[in-house]
Structure formats: C-alpha cells, structure tokens
C-alpha cells in the first residue's frame, strides 16, 4: 500500500463504512491531504495508521459509533445467523431457557433465579390498565411490576442482569395472557389441543416461558420455542442499541429492557408483523392481485432486509414448520410471492411475513406476533445489557452538527 490511500481505502483498513470514515473527517479525526477531482479524498496512509492504532488501544476514553460496539454474541450474514458461533438451524429444537443462558454466559449453576413477587401485582395492574391495551403498553407496565418488586434490582453484576431479563420475560408473559387469552390466565377456548394448562403459581416466572405463551396461544409448545429461539437476538437492532445505551448510561436492569421495549414499540420493528399481517390477509384472498401491486409500488411488509440478501433463516425456518399444516390457499400464496417477488425484484421474504403466517394459520389475536417477538427478545437485550457492563461507562455520546441560527 502506497502513503496515499483513498476513501475506500481506509475504510477497508479501518474495517469501517465509508460513511464513517465521512463522519470522521467531518468531525476532524482525520484530514485528507486532497481531493482528487472525480476520485474523491486522499489520506496520508501515516494518519490512517495512526487513527486505527488508536481506535484499538483506547478504552476508557472512548466514544461509541456503529463501528466500535464490538459484540461476541450474535452474528448476521447475507443468509446466515448464529449466537456465539451456534447456527441457529443447531439451535432448533433446543428450550428457549437453553438459548437464553448460551446468548447471556449465565447458565448451570449460575442461571438466573426467578424470585417469587406477588402474582396479584401483575394481575392487578393489567386490571387497571383501559381496556384495548395494547400488548406491548402491558410489557412496559409488567417490566415496571417485575422491577419494583426484585430487591435486588440496582445490582449491577451479570447475574443480577440476568435474573432481571428472566423475571421480566416470565412477567411479560402474564401481560401477554391478560392481553390476548383472559386476565393473567388463558381464557376458554384459546388452548389448541393438549396445550398445557398454567400452573397459578405466586408469581410470574414459575417455569419456562414456552409452556406459558402456548397455553395463551392455543399454539404447540415446540412451536412456540422455535419462535422464541429464532427471535432471541439480532445483533445491534435499533431496540439493543438502546439497551445497550442506558446501561451504559448507568441503568438498572428492568430500565434497561424497558429502554430496548420503548424503541422496539414501532410498526417497522416489533410491531412489523401487524403490518404485514394486514397485507397478508388480502394478499391469500387475491395473490395475483398482491403481486402486482408490490411490482409497481414497492415492497410490502414482510419483504426485503437490510442484511438478509440471500434468505432470512429465522423466516425459512418458522414458514418450514407453520406451512406444512396451514390451508393450501397460505401456503400458495406465500410461495407464489416468495418465489416471484426474490426473483424479479431481490426482495427476502423476512420473519414478520413469518409471524404473519403463523398468526393466520393459527387464527391468532393480531398482536400475537408481536408479543412473541418481544418476549423472545428479552434474551438478546439482557444479552447485550451483560456484554455491555464490561465497557466503560457514558461511551455512547453523538456529537450533533449544530445547523441552527448562530449567534451575530
């Protein structure tokens, strides 16, 4: 390599995007030397050097960007995903508690222990909330009663963190139960056959989250650890950068989750399903009609990632598992497009069309996709809040390019 390098080439030595290597000299961590008529800026090869020696050595000083959250737990590819060098197609059939404890580091004998809190605050507290609640406004409000009542809730150890993430999920899953089968308890008529009964036990967190969704559900337990598993983390989504943020910060566990909860309430995050549950449902009733309108306007929910360019395996894998027994007007419609929307426009078909089929299929409550995907990402978010309490503390600060009126 030359002492001159171009844009490209320094962010390929830094291991960087090219839009961070803009930021850095916009910021005035690197000068170029020139700028080249039609081939862009060029940098001394020294400075770049220097400034990778520096992004590699400092620590305590530093100042998070998309670029320096170095994580060891979960990996995304072009049409692969893995926990901790796990693929995830390994990973099916597996508890999602089993998942869970890989993706934290706290497993065996230092599992998170679930302490007893009163059953009635959760229950109670979903009673005072209006009726047509939404199921992720309950999440929020169950973390809150999950945290209040944990005495050990401003212990900042992973084991703490990690006994917060379980206790918050098992709570999450009795708003879940409030929301969509009954208050705190599957109503009648919601449990397909021989889907497991809860045991009112004095507290959320009385046995693994699977059992307690099905029963909700009316959905098959090994169903619903799938799509737990395959949800339990995706790297730094919007939602884990923001757990990862207030820990930072010096949050609480409980904080934490409700940080990644807040930025996970949206219609292109968690809520994605719902979206695409709606174009879904038209889309059976008329595929040809769906496709055709997708051609000429654009994807539709459900369709095209900003990772998965080759296929989505969270998606393959649930459409393995749900299609097989759906109506064949499901799973026509869903291959019709899968198969021509790829092919002629690149589009994936991602895990919220997924969700969407497994809604349908199921005949579930419209939220029910949604309110799987939150719960499952519990797992990721205590994750990253673990990984993030080894980093120094207040490292997530963006420095705003101020385009206001200035002062005269």
């Given at each position: 390599m030359s002492g001159e390098i171009t844009t490209?080439?320094?962010?390929?030595?830094?291991?960087?995007?090219?839009?961070?290597?803009?930021?850095?000299?916009s910021r005035g961590v690197l000068s170029p030397l020139r700028r080249e008529p039609g081939a862009g800026s060029v940098f001394a090869l020294a400075d770049v050097q220097a400034l990778g020696a520096g992004r590699s050595g400092r620590r305590a000083s530093s100042r998070a960007t998309s670029d320096d959250v170095r994580t060891a737990i979960t990996q995304v590819g072009?049409?692969?995903l893995s926990y901790r060098g796990h693929d995830v197609h390994d990973l099916v059939g597996l508890p999602f508690e089993e998942v869970r404890d890989l993706l934290t580091g706290v497993g065996g004998e230092s599992a998170p222990t679930v302490p007893a809190s009163p059953r009635g605050s959760v229950d109670a507290v979903m009673a005072a909330l209006p009726p047509g609640t939404r199921v992720l406004d309950r999440c929020k409000h169950a973390v809150l009663v999950a945290g209040a009542?944990?005495?050990?809730?401003?212990?900042?150890?992973?084991?703490?963190?990690?006994?917060?993430?379980?206790?918050s999920a098992a709570a999450m899953a009795a708003a879940v139960g409030a929301a969509l089968g009954g208050a705190g308890?599957?109503?009648?008529?919601?449990?397909?056959?021989?889907?497991?009964?809860?045991?009112?036990?004095?507290?959320?967190?009385?046995?693994?989250?699977?059992?307690?969704?099905?029963?909700?559900?009316?959905?098959?337990?090994?169903?619903?650890?799938?799509?737990?598993?395959?949800?339990?983390?995706?790297?730094?989504?919007?939602?884990?950068?923001?757990?990862?943020?207030?820990?930072?910060?010096?949050?609480d566990g409980?904080?934490?989750?409700?940080?990644?909860?807040?930025?996970?309430?949206?219609?292109?995050?968690?809520?994605?399903?719902?979206?695409?549950l709606d174009w879904l449902r038209?889309?059976?009733?008329?595929?040809?009609?769906?496709?055709?309108?997708?051609?000429?306007?654009?994807?539709?929910?459900?369709?095209?990632?900003?990772?998965?360019t080759e296929v989505d395996p969270r998606a393959r894998l649930l459409l393995d598992r749900v299609l097989p027994g759906a109506g064949d007007d499901l799973a026509d419609a869903v291959a019709l497009l899968e198969g021509e929307l790829a092919e002629r426009r690149g589009w994936v078909l991602n895990v919220d069309l997924a969700l969407a089929?497994?809604?349908?299929?199921?005949?579930?409550?419209?939220?029910?996709?949604?309110?799987?995907?939150?719960?499952?990402?519990?797992?990721?978010?205590?994750?990253?809040a673990i990984e993030e309490l080894a980093e120094p503390g207040m490292r997530f600060r963006l420095r705003g390019v101020y385009t206001g009126p200035r002062r005269g």
């Open positions: 490209a080439q320094v962010a390929d030595y830094l291991g960087v995007k090219t839009q961070t290597v803009y930021a850095y000299v072009a049409g692969t009542g944990d005495l050990g809730r401003h212990d900042r150890s992973p084991g703490a963190f990690a006994t917060a993430g379980a206790r308890e599957a109503g009648e008529g919601t449990r397909g056959a021989g889907a497991p009964t809860r045991d009112r036990g004095d507290g959320p967190g009385d046995g693994a989250l699977a059992p307690v969704l099905a029963s909700y559900l009316g959905l098959p337990v090994d169903l619903v650890d799938l799509a737990l598993v395959l949800l339990a983390d995706h790297d730094l989504a919007v939602s884990t950068t923001a757990v990862r943020v207030a820990v930072s910060a010096g949050a409980y904080s934490a989750l409700l940080a990644g909860l807040a930025a996970a309430d949206s219609p292109v995050h968690v809520g994605a399903s719902v979206q695409a038209g889309a059976v009733q008329d595929p040809r009609g769906a496709l055709a309108a997708a051609l000429a306007e654009g994807p539709p929910p459900g369709f095209g990632h900003v990772v998965y089929a497994l809604v349908l299929a199921h005949d579930l409550p419209r939220e029910a996709g949604s309110a799987v995907f939150a719960c499952a990402r519990t797992a990721g978010w205590t994750a990253h």
